[in-house]
């Protein structure tokens, strides 16, 4: 069964699965990085919220050997249990008050993404871009985010401006920043995870890495915009150090200290861009350097 027969296929099984009240919608969907996969999304009426599920995941899980039946079954299974409401307080998109407080940042690869920036208030930092996204709380409790484009701050009549102002306020206290030594890190995952620690050959008894990201561990390669965090861990090392660029998701900081040659470290970065990580996750190719002296991150 080729893919577009398994698309057309899994989306009328599930027809018949399924609530006669929701609808099945097939999409293209752009991601991070102009990476664009097909998916289905699941919508029910008068719900801001409609899961999706990706088909290029899906149709691997068949030609692996799964069966379709059990596919579908799974799906069925997740759709039963999704939360297609948001909390009371921020129902209503239109009103901005309701998500001011919850304005953050990200940090995305600004080449690849022209796209997006076409679509949506941003800020260059570097060779990178800042974007905005609000994060959502649904009635269980748990956090889901939507991108915030130029017809959502034009609906608010906020600026650009506004919402960075927000964001640096916002995105600390609720995605509170972590470091911590990669050999620690790396102790937790397990073994088939850690892939990266061969890489870049950490020795556990002498960790000279460290991992930077947020709390919740998605998109927290943005903590490298929090205020004075850079420059706190730099003078607690008491010097200067250079940030890879692991993913969107975190970053690794390597005190210069150590002399570890940059060269190597591009070489590192590379590596972990073509092994390690999906496409959507990328951030970018090369070290950047953070001087203490002039509290200042550049290009490596």
């Not at 699941?42 to 149709?59: C, E, G, H, R, V």
């Not at 975190?250 to 060269?263: A, V």
């Amino acid at each position: 069964m080729n893919f577009a027969v398994f698309k057309d296929t899994l989306i009328s099984l599930l027809s018949t699965h399924l609530d006669p009240n929701v609808t099945i919608t097939p999409k293209h969907i752009t991601k991070n990085n102009n990476n664009k996969r097909e998916a289905i999304v699941i919508s029910i009426k008068d719900s801001p919220i409609a899961p999706t599920f990706y088909l290029d995941n899906l149709y691997n899980d068949y030609l692996q050997g799964k069966p379709l039946d059990l596919i579908v079954e799974s799906i069925e299974t997740l759709y039963q249990n999704a939360d297609f409401s948001i909390s009371g307080e921020i129902a209503d998109f239109t009103d901005f008050s309701k998500f001011k407080n919850r304005i953050i940042y990200r940090l995305i690869n600004r080449k690849k993404n022209e796209s997006l920036l076409s679509d949506v208030p941003h800020y260059i930092y570097l060779d990178l871009a800042i974007i905005f996204c609000a994060l959502v709380e649904t009635k269980d409790n748990s956090q889901a985010s939507f991108i915030i484009h130029s017809s959502h701050s034009d609906a608010w009549q906020v600026s650009r401006s506004d919402l960075l102002e927000l964001a640096k306020e916002n995105t600390p206290l609720l995605l509170p920043p972590q470091i911590c030594r990669l050999a620690d890190m790396l102790k937790e995952l397990q073994p088939e995870t850690s892939d990266i620690g061969e890489l870049i050959n950490v020795d556990m008894q002498e960790p000279v890495f460290y991992v930077m990201t947020n709390s919740m561990k998605i998109n927290g390669a943005s903590t490298l915009l929090y205020e004075n965090v850079l420059l706190e861990f730099a003078n607690k090392m008491d010097t200067d150090f250079y940030v890879l660029p692991s993913s969107v998701h975190e970053t690794l900081l390597l005190p210069i200290s150590e002399k570890f040659p940059s060269e190597q470290i591009n070489e590192i970065i590379r590596e972990g861009n073509e092994c390690l990580i999906s496409p959507e996750e990328y951030l970018s190719d090369h070290y950047y350097y953070f001087d203490r002296k002039q509290n200042m991150l550049s290009c490596g």
